[in-house]
């Protein structure tokens, strides 16, 4: 059964920025806060943390189903996703309204400026986690990736509990706008709860509860920690530690850690242990480490074993071609 994967359907607008924004104000000015600066390089990628996922999973092999809103300006995305294994037929399309848009502008010690049009997600909701169901038969899991409505994810949350459906939450820094109690009601019974080192803290904060509090009430606790690799933690166990694949040239560290939960989901949905799951998702973060945008790495089953064997072991590649029952 496929998995469905919640949240933003964006369009990515990239523009490089060849020197270093200002981390202090002008000084005696500090009122002024706009910022003026001749950038070097403009690209549209197609993004979204959800369909970025949903991508990565379709060239594992997967059967991801994306789930969000998107504007009349989709018809060429829906295309290619469809083209890369993604069921595209959850996705409620608005006409007369734009896909939500993003700017991002990255410098060259990688500080980034962010803008965000949510475009058609102002317009109306994701479909129903029960209509998904209905029309696909069934879910193995649902993935709820990160919204510019933070009151979305926990629709999702809720609809799952009521379906008995299982679930992951990605929790990004909009935790930290969420009310004690929504972002408290966001994470029991997550069978995984991801995050990024940054949010680690703000999670703490936004809930109140101490890491053993959070670990009692999910399955898992994944957190990125970019070339340092993944930790994952579990109530009653120690921490472990997967290392990121070294030695990577890096062209675009967009869309990294959405391959990397691209990867860790493929597995977890398929049963295998989650320190091997995290190694498939650490060699798909490299690829898509060493590709423009977040949609742009290709699956060559060949290198993908590789590096597995490389970084970690016979046995590690041997686990994770058997969950590659097809990869384009």
């Not at 981390?23 to 000015?29: A, L, N």
């Not at 102002?122 to 209509?131: D, F, G, I, N």
């Not at 209905?134 to 933070?150: H, K, Q, S, Y």
């Not at 959405?258 to 799951?277: K, T």
């Amino acid at each position: 059964m496929p998995i469905a994967v919640t949240g933003v359907i964006a369009m990515d607008h990239l523009i490089t920025f060849p020197g270093r924004f200002p981390v202090r104000p002008v000084t005696g000015r500090p009122h002024i806060a706009s910022l003026t600066f001749l950038a070097e390089r403009l690209e549209t990628r197609r993004g979204g943390t959800a369909a970025n996922i949903a991508y990565g999973l379709g060239r594992l092999g997967q059967d991801p189903v994306l789930v969000g809103v998107a504007g009349s300006d989709f018809a060429d995305y829906q295309v290619w996703l469809k083209q890369h294994g993604v069921d595209t037929d959850s996705v409620r399309v608005v006409p007369g309204e734009p896909t939500a848009h993003q700017v991002c502008t990255t410098d060259i010690d990688g500080r980034r400026i962010s803008t965000f049009r949510p475009g058609a997600t102002r317009s109306v909701r994701a479909r129903p986690l029960r209509s998904v169901v209905e029309r696909t038969g069934g879910i193995d899991l649902v993935m709820i990736a990160p919204g510019d409505d933070p009151a979305a994810m926990l629709r999702h949350v809720e609809e799952c509990r009521a379906l008995g459906l299982p679930f992951a939450v990605h929790v990004t820094r909009q935790i930290s706008g969420m009310s004690r109690r929504d972002a408290k009601s966001l994470l029991p019974g997550a069978r995984c709860l991801f995050t990024g080192e940054g949010e680690s803290e703000l999670l703490r904060e936004a809930t109140g509860w101490t890491a053993v509090q959070l670990l009692d009430r999910v399955g898992a606790w994944v957190t990125a920690l970019g070339p340092a690799g993944v930790r994952i933690e579990r109530a009653g166990h120690r921490p472990s530690l997967v290392p990121a694949i070294g030695s990577v040239t890096v062209a675009d560290p967009a869309g990294a850690g959405d391959a990397l939960r691209a990867g860790l989901l493929a597995g977890v949905a398929r049963g295998i242990p989650l320190e091997r799951a995290a190694q498939l998702g650490c060699v798909v973060a490299s690829f898509a480490l060493e590709s423009p945008g977040s949609q742009e790495y290709p699956m060559d089953v060949r290198v993908l074993l590789n590096r597995a064997r490389g970084a970690y072991g016979h046995t590690a590649a041997a686990a994770i071609r058997r969950l590659l029952t097809y990869a384009a």
